[in-house]
């Protein structure tokens, strides 16, 4: 089946550098890639959704400048925390969309720890 | 917009008892749901989805949910609960193209 492989699984990165989070599509082309924040204790929340050779689309509330993503191949997306700070301490999670139906393959997820 | 509704926050069965994780939506369109599995620090592994056809999906590890339009609920449930339960279990309706996911159920199993 689709595989998305999301790494690293774990970052703890100092307060006001940036970090990096990568997903690939190991089997498939992901056209759309969907990231996602999890807090402890909380559901999943939908930060933004990239499209392969476009820019992404960010939910409200959402930091574009922040949290850049970058999806340029159908295999790779990218999610950059930029100046990130303890509050940005999170689970992030990768989704692709597989196949022409509703079909969503998750990465790992990647805990980010901000000190 | 389309939302989702888990009552419980926290369920706790006996090993070998009945599941009941409950899950209602909120749509304007016929609606595509989902019911996720989460262990600690992990992804998320679909269990089942529905997409219009069949009205009870069968889903992976024993785990089947009904859509029921007029009840506007898609509970899943489990007639036996193993120890390897033990999960988060998110209930998700897509929603312009990312899933809504609900605020989710910690199941636990007690021996």
């Known amino acids: 089946g689709a595989v998305v492989s999301q790494h690293p699984s774990r970052v703890i990165c100092k307060s006001g550098t940036s970090v990096k989070i990568e997903c690939r599509s190991l089997?498939?082309?992901?056209?759309?890639m969907f990231w996602y924040r999890q807090f402890p204790k909380q559901s999943l929340m939908l930060m933004a959704t990239?499209?392969?050779?476009?820019?992404?689309?960010?939910e409200q509330g959402v930091e574009k400048d922040k949290f850049l993503i970058n999806h340029a191949s159908l295999t790779l997306s990218t999610l950059t925390v930029t100046s990130a700070h303890p509050e940005d301490s999170s689970f992030y999670i990768c989704?692709?969309?597989?196949?022409?139906?509703?079909?969503?393959?998750f990465g790992s997820g990647t805990r980010l720890t901000v000190v | 917009a389309q939302s989702v509704t888990q009552l419980g926050s926290h369920v706790s069965v006996s090993e070998g008892a009945l599941v009941l994780l409950r899950c209602n939506y909120s749509s304007s369109v016929p609606p595509y749901l989902f019911w996720y599995v989460q262990y600690p620090n992990q992804g998320l592994q679909l269990l089942l989805k529905?997409?219009?056809?069949?009205?009870l999906v069968k889903g992976i590890n024993g785990f089947e949910a009904e859509f029921k339009k007029s009840e506007t609920s898609f509970h899943l449930t489990k007639p036996s609960a193993h120890m390897s339960d033990a999960a988060e279990y998110f209930c998700?309706?897509?929603?312009?193209?990312?899933?809504?996911f609900g605020t989710g159920t910690r199941l636990t199993i007690i021996p």
């Open positions: 529905y997409t219009s056809a069949a009205t």
């Open positions: 089997d498939f082309q992901a056209t759309t």
């Open positions: 989704s692709a969309r597989t196949g022409s139906g509703y079909g969503y393959t």
């Open positions: 998700a309706v897509s929603d312009r193209g990312g899933l809504t």
């Open positions: 990239s499209n392969e050779g476009s820019k992404a689309t960010y």
